[in-house]
């Protein structure tokens, strides 16, 4: 119940004031990176809300000591998409996965809504990825964003599937 509250208030949160029929909503906790994909026939809108500021979203899935440099500048770079962010797609950019809903992919260079954040998407793709190990399995939603700024910069946001909800 608590998580379903959790994904119901979100869902409040990030949904513009238009009418949605479908989407994935993703809280790991009131810290953590929270995301937000919805659609309908016009549209898909990708909202991300970063509760601890900018500088605790993620930017890379794996560094290691030479991408260090690489991971400062991408987020000097990326810093005017502020701790919070959202784009729309026309619907006619963008595919979702039949019967897998949970995979989308949306390409071509959009501007995001809030007219402070000057940072262009050209667009994301999602995935979900199932591990298995001895101790068990876990799966995990992953959202791939592309930006253009100065340099081409790809942000991954990895989400335990269990944090997620479709609606």
């Given at each position: 119940m608590k998580h379903f509250l959790q994904v119901l208030l979100l869902s409040l949160t990030l949904l513009p004031m238009q009418s949605f029929a479908k989407g994935i909503a993703c809280q790991p906790n009131p810290h953590d990176t929270q995301m937000m994909i919805s659609w309908n026939e016009k549209e898909i809108i990708l909202k991300v809300i970063n509760p601890m500021g900018y500088s605790?979203?993620?930017?890379?899935?794996?560094?290691?000591?030479?991408?260090i440099p690489f991971l400062k500048m991408q987020s000097d770079d990326l810093k005017g998409l502020g701790d919070s962010y959202e784009y729309h797609w026309p619907r006619e950019k963008c595919t979702i996965g039949s019967p897998d809903e949970w995979l989308i992919s949306c390409q071509g260079s959009?501007?995001?809504?809030?007219?402070?954040?000057?940072?262009?998407?050209l667009g994301f793709t999602t995935s979900r990825l199932d591990e298995t190990t001895l101790n068990g399995k876990q799966s995990t939603f992953r959202a791939r964003m592309i930006?253009?700024?100065?340099?081409?910069?790809?942000?991954?946001?990895?989400?335990?599937?269990?944090?997620?909800?479709?609606f």
């Open positions: 605790y979203m993620p930017q890379m899935e794996t560094v290691g000591q030479s991408s959009v501007n995001a809504v809030d007219q402070k954040n000057k940072i262009p998407s930006f253009d700024q100065s340099n081409i910069y790809f942000v991954t946001l990895p989400i335990a599937t269990e944090f997620c909800s479709r």
